[in-house]
């Protein structure tokens, strides 16, 4: 079975756009725990710090994160591809 490349790329990005904007909305308006649970994600202790969320940094890290899924899931289906 081949995998479409441009699909799975787009699908990739798409979920990565709408987890972002999920967790940046997370962000916004449960900053303390949003902050415990990176933490606990990175074994670290991130209560000292705080957040710096702007509106231009959520939509320089939406466009970050889309172009880097899409390149990944396309990559993936690549390879997935030739390894047939």
Same mark, same amino acid.
Do not use: E
């Given at each position: &079975? =081949?995998? +479409?490349? %441009? =699909? !799975? /790329?787009?699908?990739?990005? $798409? ?5 972002? *904007? %999920?967790?940046?909305? !997370? ?6 725990? &949003? $902050?415990?649970?990176? /933490? +606990?994600?990175?074994?670290?202790? !991130? #209560? +000292? %710090? /705080? ?5 231009? @940094?959520?939509? =320089?890290?939406? $466009?970050?994160? $889309?172009? %880097?899924? /899409?390149?990944? @899931?396309?990559?993936?289906?690549? *390879?997935? #591809?030739?390894?047939?």
């Amino acid at each position: &079975m =081949k995998l +479409d490349a %441009m =699909k !799975l /790329g787009l699908a990739s990005a $798409i979920s990565a756009a709408v987890l972002w *904007v %999920m967790c940046s909305f !997370l962000v916004m308006l449960l900053p303390a725990m &949003m $902050i415990g649970m990176s /933490g +606990d994600m990175l074994h670290m202790q !991130l #209560n +000292d %710090m /705080g957040w710096h969320l702007s509106f231009s @940094g959520v939509v =320089k890290g939406l $466009i970050a994160w $889309i172009v %880097m899924a /899409g390149v990944t @899931g396309w990559l993936v289906a690549a *390879v997935y #591809n030739r390894l047939q």
